[in-house]
């Protein structure tokens, strides 16, 4: 069973960056597609960018050019690099190992 740990959140300016990282423990890691969800105040969960065992990467509309995901299978760990942050982006971060295996969040405030 895969466990995951997020960090990297906290608070930033508009038009800054942040890299998120998520550690997953268990050996089959590098079998996973791995994504970042993300879920605003009063908003539903939604799908930010996910990647899979092979690297093939899919990202939403609203972060198109701005994020990316990434892997390092040996580290076990997933990145997603944030950059020209705005003031939407504001949400609570969770990495997930498709389907069900959920980290516990970690909190993305962009505000001046």
């Known amino acids: 069973q895969v466990q995951l740990v997020e960090s990297g959140g906290g608070l930033v300016q508009p038009g800054g960056s942040l890299r998120l990282s998520c550690a997953a423990s268990g050996s089959i890691f590098s079998r996973y597609t791995m994504g970042w969800y993300r879920q605003a105040p009063g908003k539903q969960r939604e799908l930010v960018a996910s990647i899979t065992s092979s690297g093939y990467t899919n990202y939403a509309d609203s972060v198109k050019g701005r994020f990316t995901i990434s892997r390092d299978n040996a580290k076990r760990t997933v990145y997603l690099q944030m950059s020209s942050l705005k003031v939407e982006d504001t949400a609570v971060y969770y990495c997930?190992?498709?389907?069900?295996?959920w980290g516990q969040g970690t909190l993305v405030t962009v505000s001046s």
């Open positions: 997930n190992a498709h389907p069900i295996i």
